[in-house]
């Protein structure tokens, strides 16, 4: 669903882009209270795996594929404020390194794959983990069903969006029916992968997982007949668990998958470039300002192997993203520690001698 340069008009680009900078600058202010020691380092590995993943087009129709949008995927693993910055990480290496998706529809691509993604989906999260019973089970569960809602809801504001500043003269009926059902398939596929990959955490290291905070029954006590909360006992000092063998997993699995596994995805095109083509959406599409790039197209410039060329560019796709994502969010938690820790001596407290 990466929109290319020349989909939508320059008016409607720059106000997508004035939301998108809205939204970002109120995720990392929210994200600097999501972020600790455990979700810190988690972030920027998020947001390299989403990377990754995102090669791997799937096929969901005859000539059609999909491909992972990935905000739901952030907003459970570590929060949707992170959750919108690991996505907006991505579209940017995406759009500055590899020619997918258009700089001037930035805005429109961090709007649609990053904030309404990520939003619909943790709305719908929450409301499911707390009418489920509580459990890890219900965590997976309300992750399937989060991940298949946010791409369709994708698709519906990507037909808004086109109808205010669409270039091409298309019925915008035709484009929301052809949007709308061809995604609500790569939703499925979203969703499965969402599930597993939050099982997977969630199954070896449940404090890691955003949405699964909280899931602890309160102890009841039997008083007169009936089922009371217990007082809150004062928790056990527990020592610290280290993220590293988590973070090397995830790193080597992205690694895999970008740089192997990667080869074998689909060629058809992914949704939007189908319904692009057959509605005539692409009329007026603009080759991108990076096309000449080292890296453009998942590819590295010279190298003729094809498998070679795609594996390496997966692998410097993958080091980059986690680099850029990890120092964002490693900045956002030093300064949440810095805001945190007193700086001054309020006068008040200040020792009689001093005020003499």
């Known amino acids: 669903m990466h929109v290319p340069d020349g989909f939508i008009n320059v008016p409607v680009s720059a106000a997508a882009g004035v939301v998108a900078a809205g939204a970002v600058a109120v995720s990392l202010k929210g994200a600097r209270r999501e972020l600790d020691e455990r979700t810190a380092p988690l972030a920027g590995l998020v947001a390299a795996f989403i990377f990754a993943v995102q090669m791997l087009n799937f096929p969901v129709a005859a000539g059609t594929s999909g491909h992972l949008l990935g905000g739901a995927l952030a907003a459970i693993l570590v929060g949707p404020f992170t959750g919108v910055l690991c996505v907006s990480v991505v579209l940017l290496m995406q759009g500055v390194l590899f020619a997918d998706g ?84 790569i939703g499925i596929g979203e969703a499965a992968i969402t599930a597993l990959t939050v099982g997977a955490v969630i199954a070896v290291r449940p404090d890691l997982v955003y949405g699964a905070r909280g899931l602890t029954r309160p102890l009841k006590l039997r008083v007169g007949g009936e089922l009371v909360d217990a007082p809150a006992a004062e928790p056990a000092p527990a020592a610290p668990r280290s993220t590293r063998k988590v973070w090397a997993a995830g790193l080597v699995a992205s690694l895999v998958l970008a740089g192997f596994v990667s080869f074998y995805a689909s060629a058809n095109p992914d949704g939007l470039e189908k319904v692009a083509h057959d509605k005539g959406i692409d ?18 410039k010279d190298i003729t192997d094809a498998r070679i060329s795609g594996g390496l560019a997966g692998v410097i796709g993958v080091g980059v993203t986690v680099v850029a994502g990890s120092a964002v969010f490693w900045g956002l938690r030093r300064r949440r520690s810095g805001d945190s820790s007193p700086t001054a001596v309020p006068e008040s407290s200040a020792a009689p001698s001093e005020k003499a």
């Open 102 to 185: 258009g700089l001037t529809a930035l805005g429109v691509n961090i709007s649609d794959m990053a904030i309404v993604t990520t939003v619909v989906a943790y709305l719908v999260f929450r409301g499911l983990v707390k009418a489920l019973p509580r459990g890890r089970r219900s965590v997976t569960v309300a992750s399937f069903a989060a991940a298949l809602l946010s791409v369709p809801a994708a698709a519906v504001a990507f037909t808004l969006i086109y109808a205010v500043g669409g270039t091409t003269d298309v019925p915008i009926g035709k484009v929301a029916t052809a949007m709308v059902g061809v995604h609500v398939l």
């Open 283 to 300: 009329k007026k599409a603009e080759e991108h300002a990076t096309a000449d790039s080292p890296l453009a197209d998942y590819g590295v």
